[in-house]
């Protein structure tokens, strides 16, 4: 007990000491941050628990409409992006603040989460200092981050002429396609910035400033079919089964290991007969152990920090398929999905200015995270028009399962370390 009193006693010393290296008025939108977390965290159990599953357009349009209010509250322009009916996708919401003082801000999050309707509901439940519910770290819990941070400049007057785009998209955690379409208003808002911030899940006293980006790949094996007894003859071959393992283990053998390139066949279906559904990611295969396979299908994702290594990848994979067994044939096709975000100077530059509000505050250092700790984001797609940042916001673990939680002690830090974020690149 001692011992936490202690800790609690320093904590409390060596924030008010770091404290003096805010301005007055920072110090003022710090205090409304921490004072006004309790309203923050019944927002998020308001929106936690209404179902927003990425194919619940019903339930995206609800929550949207939640923070529009909260939007139009803090004078920001708000409209709904709709989607066309045959993308299946809700849309998203936009938030529009104009002004000419500071550099011009896009912040981002999204309305959706990965659990759908149909899944069992978990709601918003406090666990002594943690929160789970379903997206209550990803990403409800940030997207209350960047309205709690807006509310903390407005009480100061420090949102007046400055130029913030917000865009909460209803698709993130399954885009719509085509991305064209689906991440237009984005890469549009980022046209009208100079700095883009994402509220993805903080993880620890980090800062993302380069993320990898994730594509598919589709492989089709063709064999001669045969009675078995004829497999490895001169006119039946290795079978499409044998082909496919030598594809596989080689790019296995041939490109594991090379930092931030991950690979990863997915889904394989083989046989004599192969009727691949690929709208709901399944399929069905016939064939008998008598009979040399005929063809095999293989989906697979890539993932990479940058266009260059995903090319480099892509024409490694490609030679790969091209040294068939005997009477075999493959081919591979590539999907483009979410870009990599690059770790650039004017990134770093961000993490930097992250890492002296955190200190000013007395929180600490923030350093960089591993790109491969984190998977895609929207960030990426704006990630070479902007510098950018992401990883502002909530701090949680278990993340797309039903152990989904936020840590509620870290909500007052992470939205004053937003709300200062944002105040110093608007001066």
Same mark, same amino acid.
């Given at each position: 007990?001692?011992?936490?009193?202690?800790?609690?006693?320093?904590?409390?010393?060596?924030?008010?000491?770091?404290?003096?290296?805010?301005?007055?008025?920072?110090?003022?939108?710090?205090?409304?941050?921490?004072?006004?977390?309790?309203?923050?965290?019944?927002?998020?159990?308001?929106?936690?628990?209404?179902?927003?599953?990425?194919?619940?357009?019903?339930?995206?349009?609800?929550?949207?409409?939640?923070?529009?209010?909260?939007?139009?509250?803090?004078?920001?322009?708000?409209?709904?992006?709709?989607?066309?009916?045959?993308?299946?996708?809700?849309?998203?919401?936009?938030?529009?603040?104009?002004?000419?003082?500071?550099?011009?801000?896009?912040?981002?999050?999204?309305?959706?989460?990965?659990?759908?309707?149909?899944?069992?509901?978990?709601?918003?439940?406090?666990?002594?200092?943690?929160?789970?519910?379903?997206?209550?770290?990803?990403?409800?819990?940030?997207?209350?981050?960047?309205?709690?941070?807006?509310?903390?400049?407005?009480?100061?007057?420090?949102?007046?002429?400055?130029?913030?785009?917000?865009?909460?998209?209803?698709?993130?955690?399954?885009?719509?396609?085509?991305?064209?379409?689906?991440?237009?208003?984005?890469?549009?808002?980022?046209?009208?910035?100079?700095?883009?911030?994402?509220?993805?899940?903080?993880?620890?006293?980090?800062?993302?400033?380069?993320?990898?980006?994730?594509?598919?790949?589709?492989?089709?094996?063709?064999?001669?079919?045969?009675?078995?007894?004829?497999?490895?003859?001169?006119?039946?071959?290795?079978?499409?089964?044998?082909?496919?393992?030598?594809?596989?283990?080689?790019?296995?053998?041939?490109?594991?290991?090379?930092?931030?390139?991950?690979?990863?066949?997915?889904?394989? %279906?083989?046989? !004599?007969? @192969?009727?691949?559904? /690929?709208?709901?990611?399944?399929?069905?295969?016939? #064939?008998? =152990? $008598?009979?040399?396979?005929?063809?095999?299908?293989?989906?697979?994702?890539?993932?990479?920090?940058?266009?260059?290594?995903?090319?480099?990848?892509?024409?490694?994979?490609?030679?790969?398929?091209?040294?068939?067994?005997?009477?075999?044939?493959?081919?591979?096709?590539?999907?483009?999905?979410?870009?990599?975000?690059?770790?650039?100077?004017?990134?770093?530059?961000?993490?930097?200015?992250?890492?002296?509000?955190?200190?000013?505050?007395?929180?600490?250092?923030?350093?960089?995270?591993?790109?491969?700790?984190?998977?895609?984001?929207?960030?990426? %797609?704006?990630? !070479?028009? @902007?510098?950018?940042? /992401?990883?502002?916001?909530?701090?949680?673990?278990? #993340?797309? =399962? $039903?152990?989904?939680?936020?840590?509620?002690?870290?909500?007052?830090?992470?939205?004053?370390?937003?709300?200062?974020?944002?105040?110093?690149?608007?001066?």
């Amino acid at each position: 007990m001692k011992q936490s009193l202690s800790l609690l006693f320093c904590l409390f010393v060596c924030t008010s000491l770091f404290a003096d290296n805010l301005s007055p008025v920072e110090k003022k939108i710090s205090d409304y941050a921490k004072a006004h977390t309790p309203e923050a965290l019944a927002l998020i159990e308001q929106t936690v628990n209404i179902n927003s599953g990425t194919m619940n357009p019903e339930g995206i349009r609800q929550v949207g409409a939640i923070y529009r209010k909260e939007f139009d509250a803090l004078k920001f322009q708000t409209s709904w992006s709709e989607m066309p009916a045959d993308m299946d996708r809700a849309g998203h919401l936009i938030a529009e603040h104009k002004g000419t003082q500071g550099k011009r801000l896009l912040l981002i999050g999204h309305l959706d989460t990965v659990f759908e309707k149909d899944t069992p509901f978990h709601p918003f439940t406090r666990i002594g200092s943690r929160a789970k519910g379903q997206g209550v770290n990803d990403m409800k819990g940030g997207d209350v981050i960047v309205i709690y941070a807006l509310k903390a400049l407005q009480s100061v007057g420090a949102l007046d002429n400055t130029q913030i785009i917000v865009v909460f998209h209803g698709d993130e955690e399954d885009a719509g396609s085509p991305i064209e379409v689906s991440r237009k208003d984005l890469i549009d808002a980022a046209k009208r910035s100079d700095i883009a911030l994402a509220f993805e899940a903080a993880m620890g006293m980090t800062g993302t400033i380069a993320r990898r980006g994730v594509s598919s790949w589709t492989l089709t094996v063709t064999g001669t079919q045969s009675h078995s007894s004829d497999i490895f003859t001169p006119d039946v071959g290795a079978g499409a089964v044998f082909e496919t393992s030598r594809i596989l283990n080689s790019f296995y053998d041939q490109m594991r290991g090379e930092q931030y390139l991950t690979f990863n066949p997915a889904l394989i %279906f083989g046989g !004599t007969e @192969v009727t691949p559904d /690929d709208e709901h990611s399944r399929g069905t295969a016939f #064939g008998k =152990t $008598n009979v040399v396979a005929r063809t095999v299908t293989v989906d697979g994702d890539i993932r990479t920090i940058s266009v260059e290594q995903l090319e480099k990848a892509r024409e490694r994979m490609r030679k790969i398929v091209e040294l068939n067994l005997p009477k075999t044939s493959a081919k591979i096709e590539f999907v483009d999905g979410y870009p990599g975000m690059a770790p650039t100077e004017g990134n770093k530059k961000l993490l930097k200015m992250l890492d002296q509000a955190s200190r000013d505050l007395g929180y600490g250092e923030i350093t960089p995270l591993d790109p491969a700790a984190r998977g895609a984001g929207d960030i990426s %797609f704006v990630s !070479t028009q @902007v510098d950018c940042l /992401d990883g502002l916001g909530a701090s949680g673990n278990g #993340g797309h =399962t $039903n152990d989904e939680d936020m840590d509620l002690e870290a909500m007052p830090m992470l939205i004053q370390r937003a709300a200062i974020l944002i105040y110093r690149l608007t001066r």
